[in-house]
């Protein structure tokens, strides 16, 4: 096997140069995704077919030659193998029926009676990772991933996104312990489907709580920290040698506490933190990953170069990842990817 040079700083290697993978890499700025997307019918249609998910999973690694390579699928097929109703509309996003004390108790129940049904419902998604492992060259890194269970369960219980995420925050509050109920049912699905991904050939997993930035002190300690840390606990028990990325999007306050209770190996960082003031708060062995503005895949030029060469300044001679600080939008440029790929290698 050839030397996977993400896997290796994930591991808390520093590496002969910082490997590079970027956040919805595969997604609607690369033309040919698009085309493939228009040939699967809906996006839930896309995600769960192996083969052209397989294909738009591969199609970045071919164009850009990125080191790390993510498996395409969405946070939301856990809700959906669970049972809930998703669907995704163009200009508006997934769209969920909102959940209750007796739809969430439900739920519980059926995992509880028969968990099979839940696994055989990503069985496709399970059946891509496996293509993809046969297909990518042996070099690169596959991930795997999954939605932190604060972030799903927003979805769940409010219906839908929102910049605040007040309908799950207030459900939180007025419904403590139903809500913990659905957060244990998250933390036990999500891991076992994130150790089936590890059984079908992925090298590491990243848990994505993209709205942990939304959730006051208290609340994050309990919804985001917690869950987290029991998922990463539990694969911990049962794939020792797998590396976790955490990233808790708009909680970079608070890196320290994150990495230390949560057991984490990377932590992913937004575009709020720059990469030395993160370091500050973790240790040296610690991996980072991350910070570049996604808005910067569309700017490009010297405020992309700059920011490039403030991440590398900040990680020099520490285990770093170069990466986004979140998701590439429908309207990055493919000239601005190509131009953030050139100057993080540059030198190296």
């Known amino acids: 096997m050839s030397e996977r040079l993400l896997l290796n700083v994930l591991r808390g290697q520093t590496g002969t140069r910082m490997p590079i993978w970027m956040m919805r890499q595969a997604g609607r700025y690369l033309p040919e995704y698009r085309q493939t997307r228009a040939q699967a019918g809906s996006f839930l249609d896309l995600c769960y077919n192996p083969e052209l998910a397989c294909e738009v999973t591969l199609q970045p690694i071919r164009r850009f030659g990125f080191d790390g390579s993510i498996l395409f699928s969405d946070i939301l097929v856990v ?27 439900a739920m519980i129940a059926r995992f509880g009676d028969d968990p099979s049904s ?9 059946e891509t990772v496996e293509r993809l492992r046969a297909a990518l060259p042996d070099e690169v890194t596959l991930l795997g991933f999954c939605g932190a269970p604060w972030t799903v369960a927003t979805y769940m219980v409010g ?12 459900f939180a509050l007025q419904k403590p312990d139903a809500f913990a109920r ?9 891991e076992r489907y994130l150790s089936r991904q590890i059984e079908a050939g992925v090298d590491a997993v990243q848990i994505f709580d993209s709205w942990a930035g ?35 999007k708009g909680a970079m306050h608070d890196l320290g506490r994150f990495v230390a209770e949560t057991g984490v190996q990377t932590v ?13 708060q973790v240790p040296s062995s610690m991996v980072t990953q991350g910070n570049i503005d996604p808005q910067l895949m569309i700017v490009g030029g010297a405020a992309l170069d700059a920011a490039v060469d403030r991440m590398k300044e900040g990680a020099a001679g520490l285990p770093h990842v170069a990466n986004l600080g979140h998701g590439i939008t429908p309207d990055g440029r493919i000239e601005n990817v190509e131009r953030f790929i050139a100057r993080v290698r540059e030198g190296s």
């Open 79 to 105: 809700p959906h193998a669970l049972g809930q109703d998703v669907r995704f509309e163009e200009g508006i996003g997934p769209i969920l029926p909102a959940m209750g004390v007796e739809e969430i108790d």
């Open 118 to 126: 839940f696994d055989r419902h990503l069985d496709p998604v399970i």
């Open 159 to 170: 219906g839908r996104g929102s910049p605040d995420q007040a309908k799950a925050r207030l």
């Open 182 to 190: 659905l957060i244990d049912l998250l933390v036990k699905a999500s």
């Open 214 to 248: 939304s959730l006051s002190p208290s609340s994050y300690e309990r919804w985001t920290v917690d869950p987290i840390k029991r998922m990463t606990a539990g694969l911990r028990r049962s794939h020792a040698d797998t590396p976790v990325i955490g990233f808790a």
């Open 268 to 280: 992913g960082l937004d575009w709020t933190i720059d990469v030395a003031a993160a370091r500050k």
